[in-house]
């Protein structure tokens, strides 16, 4: 079973309003972080946002926050009054395990139109 | 503070070479990950570390070997080279600290990434 399933292949939006990108995960470890990135085409990777397992209150990193529901093992990102510098692909990911294994959802490509 | 940095950032290898990418991180963090990222496929973990003289398999450890002789290098080697991995790698580093909030946080610190192709 995937750890990490992103469904929204590509989404659009128009500038200034807000997104929510899908992500669910499938874990039966107690104690998981859940990240989101963003990766513009010129391909570094951007640390957004982290929310772990047992916080209760969901987070929140400037115009980004995460939606966790923790009964669907659902991290929905949403991006509030969207810029064109949004447009990227934005990869979930999961950390569990007393390793901290990662793992990877295959993005979503978010285009922000003017 | 220069970050993640991963040397090289290009290379072309005929099937059969070897070749070490080097990965350092000047945050003093434990844990270190290299991953592949390929069209449409996300990154997979190939190995990580949680400290210094310490290494796992992660998702796809096959054709690769790691080394963490020091806390702020993670090496990755590839003994003999496929065709089946051209990709683009990356490297991270990763630690766990107290937020804002009061609760425990990790943040994950990628590198610029390697472009390998491998003919």
């Known amino acids: 079973a995937q750890k990490i399933t992103q469904t929204q292949p590509g989404m659009f939006v128009q500038e200034k309003e807000a997104v929510t990108l899908d992500c669910t995960y499938d874990?039966?470890?107690?104690?998981?972080?859940l990240f989101w990135y963003k990766q513009p085409s010129s391909g570094e990777m951007i640390f957004l946002i982290y929310?772990?397992?047992?916080?209760?209150q969901n987070a929140t990193e400037g115009r980004y926050s995460l939606n966790f529901q923790k009964a669907r093992k659902s991290a929905n990102l949403v991006i509030s009054a969207s810029q064109l510098g949004d447009s990227a692909m934005y990869f979930c990911?999961?950390?569990?395990?007393?390793?901290?294994?990662?793992?990877f959802g295959t993005g979503t490509s978010l285009t922000v139109i003017p | 503070n220069a970050g993640v940095t991963q040397t090289p950032k290009f290379r072309v290898l005929k099937t059969g070479q070897s070749m070490t990418l080097l990965c350092a991180q000047d945050?003093?963090?434990?844990?270190m990950y290299w991953y592949r990222q390929d069209p449409g496929m996300g990154l997979r973990l190939i190995h990580y570390?949680?400290?210094?003289?310490?290494?796992a398999k992660g998702e796809v450890p096959d054709g690769y070997n790691v080394s963490r002789l020091k806390k702020q290098n993670f090496l990755l080697g590839l003994e003999s080279a496929a065709p089946s991995q051209t990709s683009v790698y990356f490297c991270?580093?990763?630690?766990?600290?107290?937020?804002?909030?009061?609760?425990?946080?990790?943040?994950?610190?990628f590198g610029p990434g390697t472009r390998l192709t491998v003919t």
């Open positions: 991270a580093s990763s630690y766990l600290h107290l937020g804002v909030t009061g609760a425990y946080t990790y943040e994950q610190y």
């Open positions: 874990t039966s470890d107690p104690s998981y972080g």
């Open positions: 929310q772990g397992s047992y916080d209760q």
């Open positions: 990911a999961m950390r569990e395990g007393p390793g901290n294994q990662f793992y």
């Open positions: 945050m003093n963090h434990e844990y």
């Open positions: 570390s949680v400290g210094e003289g310490t290494t």
